[in-house]
Structures are given as C-alpha cells and as structure tokens.
C-alpha cells in the first residue's frame, strides 16, 4: 500500500469553539468556573446543559486532563470526567474501598445510610479479613441498580466523546 492510500482527498471536520461572553474559552477562564458535580447519586444531571469537554494540561500530572464544561443553576461549572469513568468501570467484582473513593455518594444512596456507615466503620474487610468486593454486600435489587448507575456514566462517557472543545 502507498502511503497516498492513507490520505484523504476531503472530508468535512467540525470544530467547536466555545465563547463566553464573545471571549474565547482559556484555561484561565475554565479555572474561575466552580467546580461542581452536576450529577445525582444515581448518575441523574441535574445541571441544564452540557457543552462539551476540554483537555488540559494539569500541573504535577503527565497526561491531560479531561475537563466537562457544563451550565447549572445558570452558571458555568467544570468538573473532571475522571468521576464518571470510574463509576463506568463498576462491576460486583469491583472491590468495596475502590468503588467507595468515587462513588460514595452513590453508594450510600443505594445501600442507606445505616449499613453504609457500618460498611465504612469495618474498614472494607470481612471476618476473614479479606476486601469486601460489591456483589458480597449488595443484595440483587442493589446491585442491579448499581450496575444501571455504571451504564449511566458508561453511555454519557460515550456521548461526550462526540462533544470535544478546542481551546
């Protein structure tokens, strides 16, 4: 194959450009918004819309980070996408203390407020001093919302691939 063959004679790119108040968006600026997650427990937005995400370079981090950009309660807020991607990857096989440091929230929503502080207080570990995984301690009804919470943040991941922002 000739590397002509690699090439395409034309195609149609779309570039979106966000502007507030008719400046571009910039780092600087993304750092004023406040940082808020515009989601419910359950992976619900409660914001109003959801523009798109940047990628920046974060000081003290070698890879970019991916920044949403979104409007609730009227203002602009940004957020780190990094919540939602580990809230997709959640399995029942998922041990209970990696699941915990981003989905607290969800997990006590799920699981109540009574057995989620007893879970806590056990520092992760059964009688046998093993971590205890999601599907150990869930019953089926809260594991399958669980699971519908991962597909959530899975297919709102999935869409926000389309929905890049150049800065």
């Known amino acids: 194959m000739k590397y002509e063959d690699y090439f395409q ?9 966000m502007k507030v108040n008719g400046r571009k968006l910039t780092k600087s600026l993304i750092d004023q918004f ?6 419910d427990p359950l992976m619900n937005f ?3 819309k959801i523009f798109g995400y940047v990628k920046l370079k974060t000081e003290g981090r ?22 939602a991607r580990e809230i997709s990857h959640i399995t029942g096989k998922s041990k209970l203390s990696e699941v915990n440091n981003n989905a607290s929230r969800t997990l006590r ?13 056990s520092g992760y570990y059964n009688e046998d001093h093993e971590l205890y995984k999601i599907d150990d301690v869930m019953d089926e009804k809260a594991l399958e ?6 597909h959530k943040a899975s297919e709102f991941l999935k869409e926000l691939e389309e929905h890049q922002i150049l800065i």
């Open 62 to 83: 070698k890879a970019l980070d991916r920044i949403i950009i979104a409007q609730k309660d009227g203002k602009l807020v940004r957020y780190s996408w990094d919540k």
């Open 109 to 121: 929503t799920l699981f109540g407020d009574e057995q989620y502080g007893k879970l806590i207080a």
């Open 46 to 48: 409660t914001g109003e």
């Open 34 to 39: 406040k940082s808020e997650w515009p989601f």
């Open 9 to 17: 004679d034309q195609s149609t790119i779309q570039i979106n450009v």
């Open 145 to 150: 919302k669980l699971m519908e919470v991962a």
